[in-house]
């Protein structure tokens, strides 16, 4: 406290224990006790997992008899493809496993509820395959993810770039 009894912009806690984590040698900060081991480990495997995206790019660049120097690029697409895309048709394709996944259902399972919700197999088959999401879809889509028609709009048309490759089991 200071001479006025008002409270100082910079205090510690006195009971809470932090540990200085370093990274490279050097301090990179401090997290609590309870939270250091769980946050050391992501950060070292985040690490090891792009050290070896970095070495498979390499051998496939190798491989192909591409230019070494192009790895930094490949690195960025495979990225790129492994993101969950967030606008467009694939991320109503995403959508749709995701709810996939959350009911268990396996492919054909899948295709049979989806078509009691009046979204025939083969629209089905065509939106995984990046077709256009017609507006004539998007009534029995918000009922099979559990969204309403504005926020699949917003998904369907949203700003973010697309890209045309997505993979789906």
């Not at 004539?136 to 490759?165: C, T, Y």
Request: hydrophobic letters at 35%.
């Amino acid at each position: 406290m200071s001479l006025r009894n008002e409270p100082l912009a910079w205090q510690l806690e006195a009971n809470e224990t932090y540990l200085p984590v370093y990274y490279k040698g050097e301090i990179a900060g401090f997290f609590k006790q309870e939270f250091t081991d769980e946050v050391l480990k992501f950060l070292n495997e985040e690490e090891l997992l792009q050290k070896a995206l970095q070495k498979a790019c390499l051998d496939l660049i190798k491989n192909s008899g591409g230019d070494p120097k192009q790895v930094k690029d490949l690195i960025k697409k495979y990225i790129k493809m492994s993101e969950r895309p967030k606008y467009g048709k694939r991320a109503i394709a995403a959508l749709l496993n995701e709810r996939q996944k959350e009911l268990d259902l396996d492919n054909q399972e899948f295709a049979k509820f989806c078509d009691t919700f009046k979204l025939s197999p083969t629209e089905l088959h065509n939106i995984y395959s990046g077709e256009a999401v017609e507006d004539s879809l998007l009534a029995p889509l918000s009922r099979i993810l559990g969204i309403s028609k504005e926020r699949l709009l917003e998904v369907r048309d949203g700003s973010e770039e697309e890209s045309e490759l997505y993979i789906f089991p």
